[in-house]
């Protein structure tokens, strides 16, 4: 995602069997509307005509047609941003201490991830932690860690703006 003064510029990854899709956004503080429906072939989608130093929220819908109805087959995590020109800004850099941890199964460990920009605010620095296999590793909103059982999997740390790290977790 990226931000000007008076627009925000959408991205996402393709989903295959996807026919197009429904972008949704709204302030930050409101409740979504439909902004707009584009194909298959579209991966990002332009917001023009916004107020600067504003947050603004998005969330993306893939659709198929089945049996000639649109039919949702994925959802994003919502995306905030805020554009330029304001007293805040988003998230510009993750930092992450380890890219590679290692716990025992059943333990504990806690995650060191910084997050930096232009003057944050508390929602700002605010990460989303998701783990790809819950079944090998599993994670907390806060950061901890807890080795379900032995294996490698990907931990993803992600900020609002949709900036991720990815870290590799090896349960012994």
Not at 25 to 41: F, I, M, N, Q, R
Not at 43 to 72: D, F, N
Not at 86 to 108: D, I, Q, T, W
Request: aromatic content about 8%; charged content about 30%.
């Amino acid at each position: 995602m990226s931000s000007a003064k008076t627009s925000q510029t959408i991205r996402w990854k393709s989903v295959s069997s996807a026919d197009g899709y429904y972008i949704y956004g709204t302030k930050a503080s409101a409740k979504y509307k439909k902004l707009g429906t584009v194909g298959k072939g579209v991966r990002r989608w332009k917001h023009k005509s916004l107020k600067k130093g504003t947050g603004y929220k998005y969330r993306v819908e893939a659709y198929k047609i089945i049996k000639g109805k649109q039919v949702i087959i994925a959802n994003s995590q919502p995306l905030y941003s805020t554009t330029k020109g304001g007293k805040y800004g988003n998230p510009e850099k993750l930092r992450v201490k380890k890219a590679s941890v290692n716990v025992k199964s059943g333990k504990k460990v806690k995650l060191k991830v910084n997050v930096t920009g232009k003057e944050l605010n508390k929602a700002g620095k605010k990460l989303r932690y998701i783990s790809a296999d819950p079944s090998i590793a599993k994670v907390s909103k806060t950061g901890v860690v807890t080795g379900v059982k032995r294996g490698t999997c990907y931990l993803y740390c992600v900020a609002r703006n949709g900036l991720f790290k990815k870290i590799r977790v090896r349960v012994k």
